[in-house]
Structure formats: structure tokens, C-alpha cells
């Protein structure tokens, strides 16, 4: 793991149920807060909040048209995601591989 500041801030965001959801909501594409709010039957500064910590860790991105928020997901950071979890599962195979050589 070269940073592992970064994977904790990544996993610390993804730490609640709601993140997921959303996250979840914008695997379908961008979508704007009052569509957000009406899937996941959240009130707004609550789902504001957690807008707000993915947005920080960049696993979310955001862009206005007027006075509508949209958001989507961050293509590259989903991509770090995977390859961080990825590399938990090599590294457990190769040490079990070694142990037992």
C-alpha cells in the first residue's frame, strides 16, 4: 500500500450505510440532490453531509447547471478503489503461498 493515509480516508468515507446508497444511486449516472433525496427518502442536510465526505475523499464529483447540484461518481478514484482492495487480495495470496513453500 503506497499511502495509507489515503486508503483510510477512502474506506472511512465509504464507512456508512447512506454513502453506499448513494454511491449505489450514482452507479446508474449523475443525478441532482432532489433526485437523491427522493430515492433514498433522506432529508437534504442530512444527505447533504454526506454528500460532503465523498466529495472530500473524491470518490464523488460535483457540478452545478443553475441552481441545481448534480453528482456523479469519480471514475478514476472508483478505479484506485478497486485496485486497493485488489492488491489486499494478491497480498494475501502470495504471503500464503510463501508460508507455506
Known amino acids: 500500500m503506497k499511502n495509507p493515509a489515503r486508503a ?4 472511512h468515507a465509504l464507512a456508512d450505510q447512506t454513502r453506499l446508497d448513494i454511491l449505489d444511486e450514482l452507479r446508474g449516472g449523475e443525478c ?5 433525496t427522493d430515492h433514498l427518502q433522506a432529508g437534504q442536510s442530512r444527505l447533504s453531509f454526506h454528500l460532503k465526505v465523498l466529495k472530500d475523499a473524491g470518490v464523488i464529483v460535483d457540478r452545478r447547471d443553475g441552481r441545481w ?3 456523479s461518481l469519480n471514475t478514476d478514484v ?7 482492495v485488489e492488491s489486499f487480495r494478491l497480498q494475501k495470496r502470495s504471503r500464503r503461498a510463501a508460508s507455506c513453500g
Do not use: T
Request: one cysteine or more.
Open 8 to 11: 483510510a480516508a477512502l474506506f
Open 69 to 71: 447540484m448534480y453528482y
Open 32 to 36: 441532482c440532490v432532489c433526485e437523491l
Open 78 to 84: 472508483i478505479e484506485e478503489l478497486s485496485g486497493l
